[in-house]
């Protein structure tokens, strides 16, 4: 059984950065596809930027140049480094996993991909 437990969210300025961590529990070994999604209320949850199987990256349009997700990372776990941010960043920001082999990946896939999904945690951004 895969577990997924966020943490990093908090409150920062407009322009400031923030790191989020989701940590693996259960079979670290594996070289899942994991991804950033975000949501706020009344809205679908969007995808923000994922890591395939092979280490390879890519983002949604609207984090692109100021979201990345590092490629050294301890086992187990995966980041988000936020940079220059924007109150529209405001959201709960989820990890998710998937068990399927993705490499060279391209875009963030649908939420309806993935498996597993933390709990969440919560990003605020003020002006």
């Known amino acids: 059984q895969v577990q997924l437990e966020e943490s990093g969210g908090g409150s920062v300025q407009a322009g400031g950065s923030l790191k989020l961590t989701c940590k693996v529990s259960?079979?670290?070994?594996?070289?899942?596809?994991m991804a950033w999604f975000r949501q706020v209320p009344g809205k679908e949850r969007e995808g923000v930027a994922v890591?395939?199987?092979?280490?390879?990256?890519a983002y949604a349009d609207s984090v692109k140049g100021r979201f990345v997700i590092p490629r050294d990372s301890p086992k187990g776990t995966v980041a988000l480094q936020m940079n220059s941010l924007k109150p529209e960043d405001t959201a709960v920001y989820y990890c998710?996993?998937?068990?399927?082999?993705?490499?060279?990946?391209?875009?963030?896939?649908?939420?309806?991909?993935?498996?597993?999904w933390g709990q969440g945690t919560q990003v605020t951004v003020f002006s």
């Open positions: 998710a996993a998937d068990d399927n082999w993705v490499p060279k990946i391209t875009r963030v896939p649908a939420s309806s991909f993935f498996d597993y």
């Open positions: 890591i395939g199987s092979d280490g390879t990256t």
């Open positions: 259960g079979d670290i070994n594996r070289r899942r596809c």
